[in-house]
């Protein structure tokens, strides 16, 4: 696979149209180049975030998606699928989303912008108060994002080697509990400052802020992303530190300003064009897990059709397959239907027709069909057609902050209606893929009606159930996390849902020769060599770490890091 290098127009530009004695200034005093506008750095965070294209092929197209059965390649499952099926060893490409010497990933960018509005005179310096903390967010969002995958991080110490002399390059790692505390008490400040009406006139990022421009009120907009980050945080910290995770879900609700309240400022970026497609994003022809296909299809979920295409199946094949014994007698035709993931699935000669292609004489041919449903690959590509689709990238969606307030109310974490923000969830939810599949020109779009979403809550297993709240929360969270499917991950982790065990739907059992494949959990972890230059910050973070026995070995992938408590 080929590495796409990404270089920041905005700054080329910036040097193309420097004076040839402007250019041997900036030579002379490395400072001098810090004069740049500073919101031309902020492109940079968006980019990093979601335009890694290794990241893409490996972190997700050949691992996540695969381990949480979001995916499921033709032929399904082989015994050791559940393992790193890549070389990449303990390297996960989303490093270079916080770290990258390349591009300056989100930590350099963001940490660049702060040092420029630094050296700002007073006067000015006031006028850059908003910009200044709205770089946090983005910030503290991918140092979040990366420690899902490995626990301790480089944070706080981290990112200063340009500012320090000499140069800081041992930074120390923050345990992932000291970094949540560390991410939270600077949300809460940036939301402070934002909320703060400024004496001065604020300069605005505008159209280099590539998630909310155009989009109402920057400062609020940020504040309200802020908050919603403190949600997600908080929902992680519920089995470690409830009290604590309380606190904040309290503060955050009591707020004025409060978290994302609309699908007009959710946190999302559309990429157009070739952004997040083609080579290295093309997902191949997988199909959706067959347990959560087939409970999207039997509810009428009009979401179905934006994340899968219909069966090549159709009902007469199936009656045809099912009169010559090539499908069991139980079975019954769907318009969309999953495939199982479990290698031990592949050996029942019952189960042999969501596996792999199913043979039949149809009118009087030999015909080979795969029945389960192909994504639609647009969703995840948009060049997959050749057409002018738009990508979608969520980060915090409305529909998202709904069914966590939805769920800390069915858990008792808030005194809030459950049910009222269960349904609003699918409401956003179902307005926001109503929009993806329409930007993505999926296979045979159709817009939801107002009507099939009612009929849709009123559907046995949606229509809520104060019983059985919480496995129907969780299962709405995870089908709206189809195209966010690191929080889908980290939804299965964090409250076992969909579950073997499950009332609403039973989630599919997972062996090998007879053996249970758990779900990986984390990135394997390694010490550091003895020639790395911050060996002794690594090996302490390392060590304190494995006092924690559910860590696990370090190459362990099913293995937990500290907020993913048993």
């Known amino acids: 696979m080929k590495k796409i290098l990404k270089y920041s127009f905005l700054a080329l530009v910036t040097l193309a149209a420097c004076s040839r004695e402007k250019f041997a200034e900036m030579n ?44 499921v390649q033709p032929g399904g499952n082989g015994v050791a699928f559940r393992q790193n099926i890549v070389s990449t060893g303990s390297y996960a490409y989303r490093i270079e989303d916080l770290y990258s010497r390349e591009t300056g990933g989100v930590g350099g960018a963001m940490k660049n912008m702060q040092y420029l509005i630094s050296l700002m005179p007073p006067d000015k310096k006031a006028t850059y108060t908003y910009m200044n903390a709205i770089t946090g967010v983005p910030l503290a969002y991918t140092a979040f994002y990366v420690s899902d995958l490995f626990g301790s991080i480089a944070y706080s110490d981290a990112f200063q080697a340009r500012y320090t002399n000499p140069p800081n390059l041992t930074p120390k790692y923050d345990s992932q509990e000291q970094l949540y505390t560390i991410l939270d008490n600077e949300l809460k400040g940036i939301v402070n400052t934002l909320k703060t009406t400024s004496p001065d006139g604020q300069v605005l990022l505008g159209t280099s802020d590539l998630w909310y421009h155009g989009v109402g009120n920057e400062a609020q907009n940020w504040a309200r992303a802020a908050n919603s980050l403190r949600l997600r945080i908080a929902m ?72 899968y295409q219909k069966s090549a199946v159709t009902q007469a094949m199936f009656d045809a397959a099912k009169a010559q014994g090539k499908i069991a007698a139980s079975d019954k035709w769907r318009a969309y239907t999953g495939r199982y993931g479990s290698p031990d699935a ?170 249970d494949q758990p779900l990986p959990r984390r990135w394997a972890l390694n010490l550091p060599v003895g020639s790395d230059l911050n060996y002794t910050n690594k090996l302490q973070a390392i060590t304190d770490m494995q006092k924690d026995p559910e860590l696990g070995d370090l190459p362990d992938i099913t293995g937990r890091v500290w907020w993913d408590k048993k």
Not at 41 to 48: G, I, R, S, V
Not at 50 to 58: I, K, M, Q, V
Not at 241 to 265: C, F, H, T
């Open 236 to 307: 992680r910290m519920l089995k470690r530190k409830p009290d604590a995770a309380k606190a904040i879900v309290n503060e955050v609700l009591s707020d004025n300003l409060g978290p994302i309240n609309s699908r007009d400022v959710q946190w999302i970026f559309k990429g157009g064009g070739t952004t997040g497609g083609g080579g290295n994003w093309n997902p191949g022809s997988p199909s959706g897990r067959k347990d959560v296909v087939d409970f999207m299809n039997d509810t009428q979920d009009p979401r179905v059709r934006m994340i």
């Open 28 to 71: 002379t005093n490395p400072d001098a180049v810090l004069t740049i506008d500073p919101k031309t750095q902020f492109p940079t965070a968006a980019l990093a975030l979601h335009t890694n294209d290794f990241e893409a092929f490996y972190d997700y197209n050949r691992n996540i998606n695969i381990w949480t059965l979001l995916w």
């Open 346 to 515: 592949s050996k029942n000669p019952d189960k042999a027709p969501y596996v792999t292609n199913l043979s039949f004489n149809y009118n009087g041919r030999d015909t080979s069909l795969p029945m389960p449903s192909q994504i639609q690959n647009s969703i995840w590509d948009p060049t997959y057609q050749s057409k002018n689709a738009t990508r979608n990238f969520p980060v915090i969606t409305y529909a998202d902050v709904c069914f966590m307030r939805a769920e800390l109310a069915a858990r008792g974490v808030t005194t809030e209606d459950a049910q009222d923000w269960y349904y609003k969830g699918i409401d956003a939810s179902m307005a926001d893929y109503n929009d993806w599949g329409k930007d993505a020109k999926v296979n045979g779009y159709q817009a939801m009606t107002a009507d099939e979403i009612t009929a849709y809550k009123n559907q046995p297993g949606v229509k809520f159930d104060a019983a059985n709240a919480i496995e129907q929360i969780c299962l709405q969270q995870f089908i709206h996390l189809h195209t966010n499917s690191n929080e889908l991950w980290a939804l299965m982790k964090r409250t076992g849902y969909p579950s073997v065990n499950g009332v609403i739907m039973k989630a599919e059992s997972v062996s090998s020769n007879g053996v």
